[in-house]
């Protein structure tokens, strides 16, 4: 019998988080791959509502305590619910966040918080770039390379990498935040695919800790 112990510290904004597995011989393996997953699973359940949460405990079988934290609250049920009901609700706190948002609604939410983060009033035009100057020069399953304006802009969802040879980019990638070519990347790639990347982009970055897999920002000019 193999028992789960979860310790959930909070630490102002920050949060530590470990996941272990206990044996009862008193071994303590870390759950390697769990513990990226549940960091951004501990920040949603921490974006949701009370509501909401009461709500999960009881469709999942908890028994309800008056008057209990949120933390207390989350705890219980990343303690007590199997994993597979723990990534069926983060599946569901994803879809209810973002699987109604349009790409172009979800690229208008990572560029108005890229501006907020660096201090910018507006966000980059789009609509000043002409279709004739955009060129897809290579692609696969998952991989896009543009070249637009004479920059190389590549879109790589399998390596988590965006990138383009624009001067912008050159001091926005260091903040993470995306350029008008990257932008006009991802309305242009099907749609399935961009809904992937700017969610799976927007999740690392709201609601990652700091073992999940971020985006690389790469500005370089060579595809
Ligand atoms: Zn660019």
């Known amino acids: 019998m193999i028992e789960r112990v979860l310790e959930i510290k909070f630490c102002g904004e920050v949060m530590m988080e470990k996941q272990k597995e206990v044996s009862q011989h008193g071994l303590t393996v870390t759950r390697g791959g769990k513990s990226q997953q549940a960091a951004v699973l501990v920040n949603l359940l921490r974006d949701t509502s009370m509501p909401m949460l009461n709500y999960l405990a009881e469709h999942y079988g908890l028994y309800r305590i008056p008057g209990q934290s949120k933390s207390i609250l989350i705890e219980r049920l990343l303690r007590q619910l199997p994993d597979t009901a723990l990534n069926q609700i983060e599946n569901d706190l994803i879809a209810g966040r973002y699987g109604h948002l349009s790409v172009d609604e979800l690229l208008n939410i990572a560029l108005v918080s890229d501006a907020q983060r660096s201090g910018r009033a507006g966000i980059p035009r789009l609509d000043d770039m002409d279709p004739e100057e955009v060129v897809l ?36 990638s260091r903040r993470q935040a995306i350029c008008k070519h990257i932008a006009r990347g991802l309305t242009m790639i099907p749609e399935v695919y961009a809904r992937k990347a700017l969610i799976d ?11 999940t897999p971020r985006w690389e920002f790469d500005h370089s000019q060579a595809a």
Do not use: A
Not at 201 to 211: A, I
């Open 201 to 211: 982009l927007l999740l690392s970055r709201e609601y990652g800790g700091p073992h």
């Open 137 to 172: 020069v290579d692609s696969s399953v998952d991989r896009w390379v543009y070249v637009m304006h004479g920059y190389d802009v590549e879109i790589d969802l399998d390596r988590r990498r965006l990138k383009c040879g624009c001067p912008y980019f050159e001091f926005s």
